[in-house]
């Protein structure tokens, strides 16, 4: 499929995501620039891999309005009845269906084709990085959840204000991103350089926090 | 004036500050520990700077609320109310006041004592670091601000979230902060260094948007 009917798909789905806040549909746009740089090189079918990537969160907001229990699942179901209604090769539609069921890691589910694999990578790599750092203050502060408090500790990742600092949830979730546990080698190098990257900023605040810095 | 009584002066004015967000008192004990660390080496009253930073934004809250115009002004006022009813040397308050009344640099109040002069100094430094890009986005998310769009040019700040993304503060403000323009040398290379940071981080968000790390 060509550039235009991506845009054309794009335009298509923009209105369920939010338009501000760490899910936004920039996201998934950068979600599906590394899963193209990932596949560089590698046997998969790039309509299938693009259209997963731009579709992959496509039920999160029913999700964070309780309307759906898991946006991964509903997701495949949406980017299904999606996809049919354009001109997208319809032998193509599971493959995309699989990828977009399995992106979620952390829920364990396998990957079973070279672009899910992509898709779980890129998605996991944007969570790493420069732009990370900005998307966990950002929804700290809609949280209305403080920066930083030396004398509260990290426990786990919880979605209310009182649980807990938007600093720790680097060391809840984010420096938990190991680069081994990477599908792709392309996907573990660059996850090496971000994680590096996140892991010096961590420790810059907390020397600039102490006057060390 | 010993360490005590530093401990209990924060006790008593903490509660004219935010719980949270980028103006809670932890701003404050960051600015305190900068202005040590600047003073180190030259003839200036620990007390008056010590006092001063602490105090410096005590009227801040007052000021986001619209019940002052300018919190520099104010707070000097409240923080020799404050200092009046302790055992804060009396001869020292006056010079309290006047870093006070001059800390904010945008202003254009010459300061006109060393101890003035660090206060402004390491009011600025604050703004420049990684805590810096926390209280951005922490700041951004609050007013429901977009973390960054590159069709949205950056022009002025202005505290309504229609105005801009929270990335263009970087440009608007931030990266306006010149090293050369501190009034000491020791915080002119800490600004130096603080700069440098925030540029790198600046570039990379933008190399990691486009896809290009």
């Known amino acids: 499929m060509n ?18 806040g760490s899910h936004a549909f920039d996201h998934s746009e950068r979600v599906c620039n590394l899963s193209l740089k990932i596949a560089e ?23 964070g309005k309780g309307e759906v229990v898991c946006h991964a699942e509903d997701g495949s179901e949406m980017a299904k009845t999606i996809l049919m209604e354009t001109k997208f090769p319809k032998d193509k539609i599971e493959k ?18 070279k672009e899910a694999e992509i898709l779980q990578d890129a998605d996991r790599l944007d969570a790493l990085g420069a732009i990370t ?25 919880h979605h209310n204000k009182e649980s807990n600092t938007s600093f720790n949830h680097f060391y809840e979730k984010i420096l938990e991103i190991k680069p ?15 994680y590096d990257y996140v892991k010096g900023y961590v420790e810059r605040f907390l020397k600039e926090w102490n006057g060390e810095l």
């Open 180 to 194: 081994e546990t990477f599908n792709t080698k392309k996907a573990q190098e660059i996850a090496k350089e971000r």
């Open 41 to 63: 090189g590698e046997d998969v079918d790039l309509d299938v891999l693009r259209a997963a990537a731009l579709l992959h969160d496509i039920a999160r907001r029913k999700q």
């Open 96 to 113: 995309v269906c699989h990828a977009i069921t399995v992106h979620r890691y952390s829920k364990g589910l396998k990957a079973e084709s």
């Open 133 to 157: 750092i900005a998307r966990i203050f950002d929804y700290g502060g809609r949280m209305d959840r403080i920066i930083y408090d030396p004398k509260i500790k990290p426990t786990g990742y």
């Open 3 to 20: 550039k235009k009917f991506f845009e054309e798909l794009k335009e298509k789905i923009m209105p369920f995501f939010d338009k501000s």
